[in-house]
């Protein structure tokens, strides 16, 4: 029965570090899409966004049958589903984020949503979401504490992306119009979010092997006081 | 056995409630902090924030120990716990959202972040905001699901105003500068998600009462295509 069990929870984390790539390719596709304006791809990634919401269903309804009939009392198991159920929102999320990202690129076509002077920033924001979503499913994997730590750490690199974003189109020479200023405010805060979400899988992955949050000033959902220096 | 784990459960329905006042009464103090400039009760806000968490929290930890007692094994009681976990999240997202509204009022003191011509539209959002929590909690309570496919189309009313800020914005007349541009865009963003996050809720309640969700074309994070009319 507990080798059974353990099986089952091995399953439990495959399936989420199957998620962490599906999310990775999304968005990685989204911002293809994005700065090329390729509109079959935005719709691809838009409708591919519903095979990740169905995995997160399915995870639910996993983890409801292996409660009735594993009857697992022990706190620490417990723990690890709940925290699993958490863990698949979080990446359900990410999907949903990388859908955004490719409905500015079907919303503009044949229009690039992206100045030029901004193309470089994009795509070094993808580059450290691909990053961290990676690290994310080794952390899922290995459940290694360093590695989680790291991980909350490389956040940093895209609050500093997000930042940035916001100093372009603060300075007074920025040269597009509003309807631009938009679109490049929600990306920046959808890739933002993106890395968030990730972060808030790793800190959850310390929770489960130490019982201590890795920092106490942040909150669960690894929200980094976003708009503190917008 | 049965009995007490039936008036667990209706505990477990009471602090969702209870959460659902707490989320309100957040998002109220901050448009309030938002519209008056109020340093103060912007950082009232950021601070409360932090019990709305904690009371997160504490599910996961209830319903870990009530899974450990009580060992249910009926998948629709599973399903009950597995729903209620979900609902504490969307909750405490709301207050998560409650706050960054607190953090642009914070930002911009002494400064009002919003334009006179953009206040009654603010006022409009946060009273569509409070109909939406106010009444999640009722269908909490009550289970009634003919209110919570009634909550479903309320919705429709946030999405009318998150569109008129968006033709406010980006009328040609529109003198304000980027950085107001910016910060409305994301304040809109933000009570959009607060009653999208409410509608989740609602639509969870119709999930279990029904088996079925309230309509095949959403997801389940009630996510209504934020961008397709921006």
């Known amino acids: 029965m507990r080798e059974a069990f353990r099986g089952e929870l091995a399953a439990i984390g495959n399936s989420l570090v199957e998620m962490t790539q599906l999310v990775g390719f999304a968005m990685s596709r989204a911002t293809t899409a994005l700065l090329e304006a390729d509109l079959d791809l935005a719709e691809s990634v838009i409708e591919h966004d519903r095979m990740i919401d169905k995995r997160r269903d399915e995870m639910d309804e996993k983890i409801v049958d292996l409660l009735a009939r594993q009857q697992p009392v022990v706190a620490t198991d417990l723990r690890v589903l709940v925290t699993s159920l958490r863990m698949s929102d979080d990446l359900e999320r990410m999907g949903d984020l990388a ?65 940035k974003v916001f100093t372009i189109l603060l300075d007074p020479s920025w040269p597009h119009d509003v309807e631009s200023a938009i679109d490049i405010t929600l990306l920046s805060r959808y890739y933002e979010r993106f890395a968030d979400h990730a972060v808030s899988v790793a800190r959850r992955v310390v929770f489960l092997a130490t019982g201590t949050w890795p920092d106490p000033q942040s909150d669960l959902t690894g929200n980094h006081a976003v708009l503190d220096d917008l």
Chains 1, 2 share one sequence.
């Open 99 to 163: 859908l955004h990202v490719a409905k500015i690129a079907q919303m503009r076509h044949p229009r690039n949503a992206i100045p030029t002077e901004l193309i470089s920033t994009i795509l070094e924001m993808n580059y450290v979401a691909q990053m961290i979503v990676t690290r994310a499913g080794e952390v899922i994997a290995s459940r290694n504490v360093a590695a989680a730590l790291e991980l909350d750490r490389s956040d940093d690199e895209m609050d500093i992306l997000h930042r």
